[in-house]
């Protein structure tokens, strides 16, 4: 009995879909909810699972296809045993390497784009996949490994050989298709930069008194609530009593109507292997700190798995990016539409600053506010800012509420 593998539900913002990576190929035993192909959205990668045990009769769509909302895309065998197929005609060894030899050749697309991100030699990478196929696994686990691949000892001539066909003055191009992802990501900015009018405000503030806070509190913090205690949980607090002491700012333009929002979701900026994502933390302002850094972990673990969904990858009032985790001294950030502003958190650097007359070195960063002058006046602007700044500054007034 034939079982049709269908691409599940899309949402409604999802037009169509693009089939990723085949784990399964035909003729090989599948287990019941076992991910046999992932299928790659604008915003989420879908894991179809097999709905019974059996074995992949037959691929509908390959790698790189693009589908739509329950369409065929392969069958199951329900109930078979793998090898069934073949074993009235028994391939020979020569043939196996061939097959092989051609598998390694096709790469899926996912399987492309992890090879030319990290200059991965295929040539060198051990398939463990059926004949011989290299699997979306079998590349990061070479990355794992710091790029060193398991290969086969070769004779010392074989390897002579290799080094003298290598020239190091050859220059080559490799050219791979971009992900869904990237493709909506470009347009977001592009939609942001031609649609709003949009300015960037700066400032910076003393660390020092969240660093001494966190010295002092981080082992019983960790220990009370099972999480380290992090900068994020203290910044999307400050930008939470900002957003109520500044409503324009938690605003939104929809046609020529402003959306005020009595609520407090905001997006996170989370840098994954597939792209940057912006997954939203919902209902900050009745989060604690441990809540908010629980949330972050769970977003950012999700993210770096793909296993985020469109629920929460959606809405957000105002977003924060922290490009200091990479280095960053000072960004502009793009506004994520239809948001009305987004704030740039920095790398914290020690500088020489002026205190009392006198020079201190102090852990010192910058912030950077872009925000759509359409809606936010820049007294506002600037004041939102100034308050991240006070907050972060003076913690306790965070939990006065000053």
């Not at 942001?192 to 910076?204: D, I």
């Not at 509190?217 to 607090?237: N, P, T």
Request: overall charge negative.
């Amino acid at each position: 009995m034939s079982i049709e593998i269908k691409v599940p539900d899309l949402p409604e913002s999802v037009a169509d879909a693009t089939i990723a990576t085949w784990h399964k190929q035909p003729g090989d035993r599948v287990e019941r909810d076992e991910v046999i192909v992932d299928i790659e959205t604008d915003k989420v990668v879908l894991e179809v699972p097999a709905p019974e045990a059996g074995v992949l009769e037959s691929i509908v769509e390959d790698a790189g296809a693009t589908v739509l909302g329950q369409q065929v895309i392969g069958k199951l065998k329900k109930g078979a045993v793998a090898g069934e197929e073949t074993k009235e005609k028994p391939a020979s060894s020569e043939d196996a390497k061939a097959d092989a030899k051609a598998e390694n050749d096709d790469l899926s697309p996912a399987v492309r784009r992890l090879v030319a991100e990290h200059n991965i030699d295929v040539s060198k990478v051990s398939g463990s996949g059926k004949g011989g196929r290299i699997t979306k696994e079998d590349v990061e686990a070479v990355i794992k490994d710091g790029g060193k691949a398991k290969t086969a000892d070769k004779p010392a001539a074989a390897k002579t050989q290799d080094l003298e066909l290598v020239r190091p003055d050859e220059r080559d191009e490799k050219r791979v298709p971009m992900t869904r992802l990237r493709k909506r990501v470009a347009e977001r900015l592009l939609e942001a930069k031609n649609t709003t009018a949009m300015l960037t405000t700066f400032n910076e503030v003393n660390m020092k008194p969240i660093m001494e806070l966190r010295k002092q509190y981080q082992d019983i913090f960790e220990k009370r609530h099972g999480i380290r205690l992090g900068f994020m949980s203290f910044y999307v607090k400050a930008v939470v009593e900002s957003l109520k002491r500044f409503p324009e700012v938690n605003a939104s333009i929809d046609g020529e109507d402003i959306v005020y929002h009595n609520f407090f979701d905001v997006s996170i900026a989370v840098s994954t292997p597939r792209g940057l994502v912006t997954p939203v933390l919902r209902d900050c302002d009745r989060l604690s700190l441990a809540d908010i850094e629980k949330g972050i972990k769970e977003l950012a673990i999700k993210g770096r798995d793909g296993k985020l969904t469109v629920d929460e990858l959606s809405g957000g009032n105002f977003t924060i990016t922290n490009g200091g985790v990479f280095g960053s001294l000072m960004s502009t950030p793009i506004i994520n539409p239809p948001q009305s502003a987004i704030l740039g958190m920095h790398k914290i650097q020690d500088r020489p600053m002026a205190v009392d007359g006198k020079v201190e070195i102090l852990p010192m960063m910058y912030l950077a506010l872009s925000y759509d002058h359409r809606l936010i006046d820049g007294r506002e602007s600037v004041s939102f800012l100034v308050s991240i700044k006070e907050l972060l500054e003076d913690p306790t007034r965070l939990l006065l509420d000053v």
